[in-house]
């Protein structure tokens, strides 16, 4: 595969959106506490979320092989999904790095910057899936492109976020409920997940036949990968099924490593999940 940079950037981006998407939900949740109670929680996720964003950045560059050439492509905003989702990209991470920035310095989180952050996030989700599902690539051309990131943000969005609050949650901070939180998040995930099952379905049964560019059929390249496609699915649901276990326990002894743990097996789920997309073409 060729696409690493690609593959690294849509990764980092869509978890950090998804992310800011579970921590705004986190805030709703979490509204009885105080401001200072609010920021000691909220502070670190947002820096990490901050950084990993501008880790996709950074790959992107890495892509267009020049900062110069985003500003070069943005110029065709009008008609093309490239010059949108760069253009959407760079937004979310400048608010995402606005909020962050807000955070430390005034002591205090900014619900409403969370929430226009995570908005602009999604529409930049989509405009990835535009640009990749407007092309004449079998495989790429169809709603599981869509499906596969938005489920992508959700999953790893949720299990990220409850990742970054766990230390908080396991000490059992004074006014955080963090039963609701777990829980709400792993609604999030189930989510992301079904919407993944839905399109996948869609897409096999709908048998790509011919791409334009290669003569070949995604199903065809696919069927050398198998195996990985197998294991990605099963790891996500070992992830989902750890995950639940997490919502519904009530131990906090493991709480934290577990946390983790199911954040590494769905970043492995969704990691070969995404190299298999980007071996599509051929």
């Given at each position: 595969m060729d696409e690493w940079a690609l593959f690294i950037?849509?990764?980092?981006?869509?978890?950090?959106?998804?992310?800011?998407?579970?921590?705004?939900?986190f805030n709703l949740i979490s509204s009885k506490l105080t401001e200072d109670e609010a920021y000691h929680l909220f502070r670190m996720?947002?820096?990490?979320?901050?950084?990993?964003?501008?880790?996709?950045?950074?790959?992107?560059?890495?892509?267009?092989?020049?900062?110069?050439?985003?500003f070069n492509t943005i110029r065709n905003i009008g008609s093309s999904w490239m010059s949108r989702e760069i253009v959407l990209t760079g937004a979310f991470i400048g608010l995402t790095c606005l909020t962050a920035g807000l955070t430390i310095v005034q002591k205090k989180v900014t619900p409403w910057?969370?929430?226009?952050?995570?908005?602009?996030?999604?529409?930049?989700?989509?405009?990835?899936?535009?640009l990749?599902?407007?092309?004449?690539?079998?495989?790429?051309?169809?709603?599981?492109?869509?499906?596969?990131?938005?489920?992508?943000?959700?999953?790893?969005?949720?299990?990220?976020?409850?990742?970054?609050?766990?230390?908080?949650?396991?000490?059992?901070?004074?006014?955080?409920?963090?039963?609701?939180?777990?829980r709400s998040a792993f609604a999030v995930a189930i989510f992301g997940f079904a919407i993944q099952v839905v399109g996948s379905a869609m897409f096999f049964t709908a048998g790509h036949e011919v791409t334009m560019i290669s003569a070949v059929s995604a199903t065809t390249i696919l069927a050398n990968y198998k195996g990985m496609i197998a294991f990605g699915w099963i790891a996500s649901i070992i992830g989902m099924f750890?995950?639940?276990?997490?919502?519904v326990s009530k131990s906090r002894k493991t709480f934290v490593s577990l946390t983790f743990a199911s954040l590494a097996i769905f970043i492995i789920a969704q990691g070969l999940s995404r190299y298999v997309f980007y071996v599509m073409p051929g």
């Open positions: 950037f849509t990764l980092a981006v869509q978890a950090s959106i998804g992310g800011m998407v579970v921590l705004y939900l996720p947002l820096i990490v979320i901050s950084v990993l964003s501008l880790l996709g950045l950074v790959a992107s560059f890495t892509h267009l092989g020049a900062p110069i050439n985003a910057l969370m929430l226009v952050t995570a908005i602009v996030g999604l529409v930049d989700v989509y405009a990835m899936g535009a990749y599902a407007t092309t004449l690539v079998s495989g790429w051309n169809s709603i599981n492109t869509y499906t596969s990131f938005f489920g992508t943000t959700l999953i790893l969005g949720a299990v990220l976020a409850v990742s970054l609050v766990a230390p908080k949650l396991s000490n059992g901070t004074g006014g955080i409920n963090a039963k609701d939180l777990i750890l995950f639940g276990y997490l919502a």
